[in-house]
């Protein structure tokens, strides 16, 4: 097959040519009259992009693509070749009309053929340059609870860079050189292979299956298990001693708890085809893209469907913890964004939010003002509300004229220290008294803020680089049980992110479940806009 594309792109390429010195472009001295008319045409086949026409009319309309020489026709070449394998990249070929191009190449005739060739080939390049460099979708549009600033490049730049470069080089820069993306990548090939050899056989039947047991359910679950690889090849039909570690391998990948028996979760997890993981897979390629930029050498990474928060230094973790985020209900599930770590507070107040002020305790202040008394209710001046005083049924969610707040304590919600990157969505990482949480499987259940299970080994990871003893430093005025902002020195990025698909050290693909739904309106999206699986089989 790429014998066959290779030799079609040639006799392009040649009848390309043969168009360029019949009209005297290039390799005849050409007639003004004949420039003339094709920096008209360029010029109005241009106009409908603004980008792509300030590129012409800056190099004074003269050809990227169509010009005669070994250049062009390597420009033309590696572009091609780049929309024509789109697909590993999971973006739909048929976006950048390939087949089209081709045949507008083929059918040149005038003058006026060929600067529409000319500008078809940058129009078909900028979306193409964009697409796997940032990204095919606008984040916010798929959901508007993706804040993800994608950093867009400049599409008229796109086209400048690449007529000063080498054109393949320039095009293989253009996707996420992180090791994350190239795994990904690998991995989507994997299961495209596996898909076309028919999957990972039948789903396994039951409702549960536990070591000891017998029969056909444990016969699929052995098969199933070696299918995809964590098993060996075994004849048993007990759910023996290695079945139960399969099970257990199985479970760590997928974010379930290892207890090597396979209840409900853990076989719908398994039966899941091969199919829907390589969904997760090209919608993880996407994400990939839309963060297609510097992350720090050190930064905070959170995968909210994993339930962890890491520190990653120069590409390696090096501390994780378990992390709670948002309920999955409206108002309360965590945005995805990045910002900057600024600082830490030990001993924190906290600052409730308006919303849940008017949602949650101005009804039980209105049934009964000694109502949530662990919290200190003060007026715009910041002085004390009197409780016995206050009448509180008068007050609307509009005309609640007060704040509330928690003073510090090993009760307060927000426990003992909070980690601030300030942003518009007043999310950020802190303790909390509620620890029984973190032994949960699926730990959704704050109002939007990410709780981590370990905060003071967190806060000393962070303040290691600034302090020859991090430990004794937050503990003294962790002691002092006074409220201490502690800034750092250098702060640090925080990516805040959502990976149903994600690859492990070796580089092999894991899974979790989409627990706010995003994934399946990405893949929805990228559906619409062309992208397509080869199959559908288990």
Not at 255 to 267: F, I, K, Q, S, Y
Not at 309 to 314: F, G, N, T
Not at 315 to 326: A, D, E, K, L
Request: with cysteine.
């Amino acid at each position: 097959m790429p014998n066959m594309i290779s030799t079609l792109r040639i006799s392009l390429q040649v009848t390309l040519l043969a168009a360029i010195c019949v009209l005297g472009l290039s390799l005849a001295p050409p007639a003004q009259a004949q420039v003339t008319a094709f920096k008209q045409s360029v010029a109005e086949a241009a106009s409908t992009d603004d980008a792509v026409a300030a590129f012409y009319r800056e190099r004074n309309y003269q050809p990227l693509w169509t010009a005669e020489g070994e250049r062009a026709r390597a420009q033309r070449a590696a572009l091609l070749d780049a929309l024509s394998g789109a697909s590993v990249h999971g973006l739909p070929e048929g976006r950048y009309g390939v087949a089209q191009l081709k045949a507008q190449m083929a059918a040149v005739r005038t003058t006026r053929d060929l600067a529409r060739v000319e500008v078809a080939l940058s129009l078909a390049f900028v979306t193409y340059a964009k697409d796997v460099q940032t990204g095919l979708l606008t984040p916010s549009k798929v959901d508007d609870e993706i804040k993800r600033k994608v950093p867009l490049h400049d599409r008229k730049a796109y086209l400048t860079e690449f007529a000063a470069s080498a054109p393949q080089t320039y095009l293989r820069a253009l996707p996420p050189v992180t090791a994350e993306y190239r795994a990904l990548m690998k991995e989507k090939l994997h299961f495209e292979h596996l898909i076309a050899q028919g999957g990972w056989g039948p789903a396994v039947p039951g409702s549960k299956i536990q070591p000891g047991d017998q029969g056909p359910a444990v016969v699929a679950l052995r098969n199933r298990l070696v299918s995809m690889g964590y098993l060996d090849r075994s004849a048993t039909r007990t759910y023996d001693r290695a079945m139960e570690d399969a099970v257990r391998r199985f479970q760590l990948s997928h974010g379930l708890e290892a207890d090597g028996v396979a209840g409900g979760g853990t076989l719908s997890e398994i039966n899941k085809p091969a199919s829907e993981r390589l969904k997760s897979i090209i919608v993880a390629m996407e994400r990939e893209r839309w963060l297609n930029h510097e992350r720090g050498e050190r930064h905070v990474l959170v995968n909210q469907t994993d339930f962890t928060a890491k520190i990653v230094d120069h590409g390696r973790v090096t501390f994780q913890t378990r992390s709670v985020v948002g309920k999955n209900v409206h108002d309360r599930r965590s945005p995805e964004f990045s910002d900057e770590m600024e600082h830490m507070i030990i001993n924190p107040s906290w600052h409730i939010p308006r919303s849940i002020i008017v949602k949650e305790y101005l009804p039980k202040l209105r049934n009964n003002p000694g109502a949530a008394g662990h919290l200190i209710i003060t007026d715009s001046r910041g002085r004390r509300v009197n409780r016995a005083n206050a009448d509180f049924s008068q007050y609307s969610a509009k005309s609640f004229p007060f704040d509330m707040r928690q003073p510090p304590s090993s009760r307060n919600a927000l426990g003992l220290v909070k980690f601030m990157f300030p942003n518009r969505y007043n999310i950020y990482l802190h303790d909390t008294p509620q620890k029984h949480l973190f032994k949960r499987e699926v730990r959704a259940f704050s109002h939007g803020c990410i709780r981590l299970a370990e905060p003071f080994e967190f806060a000393y990871a962070l303040l290691a680089v600034q302090s020859d003893d991090p430990r004794g430093l937050f503990q003294s005025i962790l002691k002092s049980g006074r409220e201490t902002k502690v800034d750092l020195e250098k702060h640090v990025p925080v990516h805040i992110i959502y990976r149903t698909a994600f690859t492990d050290e070796l580089g092999r693909a894991e899974f979790r479940r989409d627990v706010y739904g995003r994934d399946a309106k990405i893949w929805n999206a990228l559906q619409q806009a062309g992208v397509a699986l080869g199959s559908v089989q288990g």
